[in-house]
Nanobody
Framework: QVQLVDSGGGLVQAGGSLRLSCAAS????????MGWFRQAPGEEREFVAAISGSGGSTYYQDSVAGRFTISRDNAENTVHLQMNSLKPEDTAVYYCAARWGPYGSNWYNYDYWGQGTQVTVSS
């Protein structure tokens, strides 16, 4: 069981950076794969990045690889998404998500969700 609160979104110009944060409850945080998903208006929720429970493995959507970095600090029960070189097409509501056990890249693989934080990138 885990509860998630995500934050850090905002309005930036293309080429700028944002750092999203996700604070989690629970004593077994290290057992969860953590992911970030995003959903733009009128579009389906899509996978952005994920990180294994230990932090040893990371996964990225091709369009963000090299620009975004997911990280976690299990001692603090936090997950972050550093977003650099932002593009207008990155505009979306970003959601932190958790699933027990192995990696998954589909939204339905995840059991727990943050409330979402808006990221808007102007051109």
């Amino acid at each position: 069981q885990v509860q998630l609160v995500d934050s850090g979104g905002g309005l930036v110009q293309a080429g700028g950076s944002l750092r999203l944060s996700c604070a989690a409850s629970g004593r077994t945080f290290g057992g969860y794969t953590m992911g970030w998903f995003r959903q733009a208006p009128g579009e389906e929720r899509e996978f952005v990045a994920a990180i294994s429970g230990s932090g040893g493995s990371t996964y990225y959507q091709d369009s963000v690889a090299g620009r975004f970095t997911i990280s976690r600090d299990n001692a603090e029960n936090t997950v972050h998404l550093q977003m650099n070189s932002l593009k207008p097409e990155d505009t979306a509501v970003y959601y932190c998500a958790a699933r027990w056990g192995p990696y998954g890249s589909n939204w339905y693989n995840y059991d727990y969700w943050g409330q979402g934080t808006q990221v808007t990138v102007s051109s």
